[in-house]
């Protein structure tokens, strides 16, 4: 049961990540990039938060706290640069 | 059972790496190379080496962004 939600979850990511590459492949403008790199980030994230638990070490989810908590940053400049601020 | 995400990240550091390279604006090419670095740092933690893959994470991703944006920011041409 436990492992078939694990295998659920590896799945979904992997669509997940071929989307988001799919629409930063294809997108028309710099906003749709921008949102499919901030998309794929929230992925990342949830794929290292998986991956902690199926190799049974907690040290990953730290990776994973820095990582959420650091991540906003680039799409935060990238926005304040679309609108002539930085 | 996580090898085929380990090939897909691989894949996915290819593909932005090319757009990074083959994109017109200068601004689209920095926001793919962060992706890359992003992909790369999650690679490293999916590999067995999670405090490279934080330090990647961190400045590769996040401020290596800001000082490229500094950087077309100021030299581009302000039209008058």
Known sequence: ????????????????????????????????????????????????ALYAHVAGRSIYLDVALVYGVLSFLAVLAISRYLERGL | MLEFLVWLLCGSILVSGILAVRLDSTLTAAVSGALASLFAAV??????????????????????????????????????
């Open chain 2, 43 to 80: 690679c490293y933690v999916l590999l067995g080496s999670p405090d490279v893959g934080m330090t990647e994470a961190s400045i590769g991703s996040g401020l290596s962004v800001l000082i490229f944006l500094y950087a077309i920011r100021r030299t581009t041409e302000k039209v008058p």
């Open chain 1, 1 to 48: 049961m436990a492992e078939g939600i694990l295998v659920v979850a590896a799945v979904l990511i992997f669509f997940g990540i071929v989307f988001g590459v799919l629409r930063l492949t294809l997108g028309h403008t710099v906003v749709d990039r921008v949102v499919a790199v901030d998309m794929l980030t929230v992925v990342s994230i949830s794929l290292i």
